[in-house]
């Protein structure tokens, strides 16, 4: 997939005038996984939201390859998945498997059908056992394993995660981002990790709403690095 941003800039009206959350870039991001560092308040969660239509560019346009994000929302929302830091943020039904169902009711219509795909898609993430437990009562890994899974039951060509580790211990750290580095879609992830961002094929750091170096994983992490502490 081809993820262009042509002359994208975005800016929000607030009451102490115009606030600029990201200024004019032009980027096209091809490789398949593709790594966003920076500080807080950077502009990395606008930048990933743009991707999916959720942030809306306030000059130039976004497109999924040639889809706009404005224009063709719907299907750019269906080719582009999105997991949040906060996984309780997309686990919207009462049980697990339900959860599940949800995500492949655009794809699997018959309910027995849907249901032992649900079942198996949990089976695979280690929460068979969960198929009727209550979202509410996982661990975080486990609830964050059940959205990326949700995400991925809509079958999307890119998945852009924003921090998906952030709230996570290192046990469940490793199991979320071996599943996410595991996977054949394009991935756009937002992390403080900077490990999982060197296991990316191209960085960028943003800092103050722009992309300040953009490249090389391990260059991108040094930049980063120097940037702190200078
Ligand atoms: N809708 C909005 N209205 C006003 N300010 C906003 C809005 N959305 C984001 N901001 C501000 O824009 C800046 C960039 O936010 P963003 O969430 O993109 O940063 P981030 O790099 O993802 O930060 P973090 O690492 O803390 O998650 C922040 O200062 C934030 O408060």
Do not use: W
């Not at 997991?83 to 219509?109: H, I, N, W, Y």
């Not at 969960?130 to 009562?137: F, G, L, Q, R, Y």
């Not at 991935?187 to 960085?203: I, S």
């Amino acid at each position: 997939m081809v993820l262009r941003l042509d002359e994208v800039s975005v800016s929000v009206t607030t009451p102490d005038g115009e606030l600029v959350l990201l200024q004019p870039m032009s980027l096209t991001l091809a490789e398949h996984r593709i790594g966003l560092i920076g500080g807080n308040g950077s502009g990395k969660s606008t930048f990933a939201r743009l991707l999916n239509g959720l942030v809306e560019p306030t000059t130039g346009h976004v497109t999924i390859d040639g889809l706009d994000t404005v224009d063709d929302g719907p299907a750019v929302r269906r080719a582009v998945g999105f997991v949040f830091t906060d996984p309780g943020a997309q686990l919207v039904m009462p049980t697990c498997l339900e959860d599940v169902a949800l995500s492949l009711r655009r794809t699997v219509k018959d309910r027995a059908a849907r249901r032992a795909e649900a079942l198996a898609i949990l089976e695979a993430i280690g929460l068979g056992d969960k198929a009727d437990t209550s979202v509410h009562a996982l661990s975080g890994g486990q609830k964050q394993m059940l959205a990326l899974a949700g995400v991925l039951a809509t079958s999307p060509r890119v998945l852009v995660a924003d921090e998906p580790t952030t709230l996570l211990d290192l046990r469940n750290t490793a199991i979320v981002a071996d599943r996410l580095f595991s996977l054949s879609q394009q991935l756009v992830l937002v992390t403080h990790d900077l490990d999982l961002a060197r296991r990316c094929d191209r960085v960028l750091v943003i800092d103050d709403a722009q992309v300040v170096f953009d490249g090389d994983p391990d260059a991108a992490v040094e930049h980063y690095r120097a940037s702190v502490l200078s």
